[in-house]
């Protein structure tokens, strides 16, 4: 089944502890991005690629980092957690090189930051 | 930079049509989305309409493209409670898609 994952689904942790949250697509896609996802705001990207070894800066990507070092995996890095990236997630990829085609999303990570 | 706005919330009768209304402000937008975000799940998507195109119909759903007024619109006729979701109107400008907050879709009984 074509489709993209996330992990962990949800995550408490507190503030300065370093995660890791994994995105992987089964679909060849070039195009991997990052959103966050909060009340009012609407989506708000945080990283992209358009294609391995290839990332740039979404709208919000301070306290962020991403890697794409195989096709099929654009994982989530934050360094040092604080409490205002407590936030829902969701990776997204697309068959396009510029993102412009349809993008199939991830179910989702909510993170909470004590 | 470019912004896309919505409602936050709508609430319409089961039967009744539902129209979101959303404006944006990029004009070179090549493309316009409809999202669909049921509870707890990911986004998925419902339509998309070309710019050079004014209308787009797809079953129950309508999509309404006003590039002068740079206004879009996505009709549900005969809504159900199986259409209760968060809606999300994007454009696409400089390789990014530019996300709207999302309109509620209430459904009364």
């Known amino acids: 089944e074509a489709q993209v994952t996330q992990n962990p689904r949800y995550l408490i942790t507190v503030t300065g502890k370093k995660l890791t949250v994994t995105c992987s697509q089964n679909m060849n896609h070039e195009y991997m991005s990052w959103y966050r996802q909060d009340p009012g705001l609407g989506l708000r990207q945080i990283y992209y690629s358009m294609n391995v070894e290839v990332t740039d800066k979404g709208d919000v990507p301070e306290g962020y980092k991403v890697s794409r070092k195989e096709k099929r995996n654009f994982p989530l890095i934050l360094e040092s957690p604080s409490p205002n990236q407590t936030s829902l997630y969701f990776c997204?990829?697309?068959?396009?090189?510029?993102?412009?085609?349809?993008?199939?999303f991830g179910p989702g990570t909510r993170l909470t930051v004590l | 930079g470019e912004d896309v706005e919505q409602s936050l919330f709508l609430s319409v009768r089961e039967g009744d049509s539902s129209v979101i209304n959303c404006t944006y402000t990029?004009?070179?937008?090549?493309?316009l989305y409809w999202y669909k975000q049921e509870p707890g799940a990911g986004l998925q998507l419902l339509t998309y309409i070309f710019s050079n195109m004014d209308m787009k119909q797809d079953q129950r759903l309508t999509v309404l493209l006003n590039k002068k007024d740079k206004h879009l619109s996505l009709r549900i006729a005969d809504t159900q409670t199986g259409d209760s979701a968060i809606y999300f109107c994007?454009?696409?400008?400089?390789?990014?898609?530019?996300w709207g907050a999302g309109t509620k879709l209430i459904i009364k009984p």
């Open positions: 997204a990829s697309s068959p396009a090189t510029r993102g412009a085609d349809t993008q199939y």
């Open positions: 990029d004009s070179s937008s090549t493309y």
């Open positions: 994007a454009e696409y400008s400089n390789y990014q898609l530019i």
